[in-house]
């Protein structure tokens, strides 16, 4: 479901000087020995970003998983990337999640960064829906722009890959208008915002347990920990 999209990320990474970084070891690649599929990670440190990590779990027929975060550079407070996708097979339902991920809730830092995905917003009303985010608290660490939908196969092989393409360049222009930005906080006070982005987001991972149905507990809690959300688990003061 998520081939085309995958490729085109993976693509546009290494067109922009994508750097790619090591994995922990086995946890780039594991196979279930649970039910039928396999998940595959890739990890890039990009110009301006200093950490970009891109996961795919294909369990066939009955559910594909695209996710990205791109984590910018300390000295940039501009806000992380995040998408979700997951595709139903069974109940043809695809699930949505892209966003500008705010590293504070403020009107003056939505009102620097938040004019290209807010655009997006109103261009894209499938995309713009209300519905609440369960494992999340939608006032933090999410944007009032997320692009959410909740909808089937017409919005997955239609609407979605132009909204994926645009979303994305649009974050990418951020990244690329940085410099002309003068960055309002420290990059003491980035790593540590950074730092609990990963602290909240490992608490209520709602894929966690997903993965542990499919390839263990032992294994997801590193793919948790190790993975998807290392600062929280090197670091927990937040500060330094």
Known sequence: M????LEHLLDTIRFRGGKALEIPNGLDFCRSNKRQGFIQSWLW?????R????TRLDAGKSLQVLNSVAYPEYRNDYPIMGIDLLWFGASRKLVA??????????NDYFAKYFDGLQNLHG????????EAMRAFDPNQYFSPWLLFCRDGSEQANKSLPLVFNEFLSCYLNLNESAGEKCSHMSADVVRGLQINYDIYSAKRDPAHGLFVSYFGKEWSDRFLNEFLFPAQKNDHSGSN
């Open 97 to 106: 999640v892209l966003d500008f991920q705010p590293l504070v809730q403020d």
């Open 45 to 49: 440190e990009v110009p301006g970003l």
């Open 123 to 130: 261009r894209f009303p499938r995309f713009s829906g209300k």
């Open 51 to 54: 950490r970009w990590r891109v």
């Open 2 to 5: 998520f081939d085309p999209l």
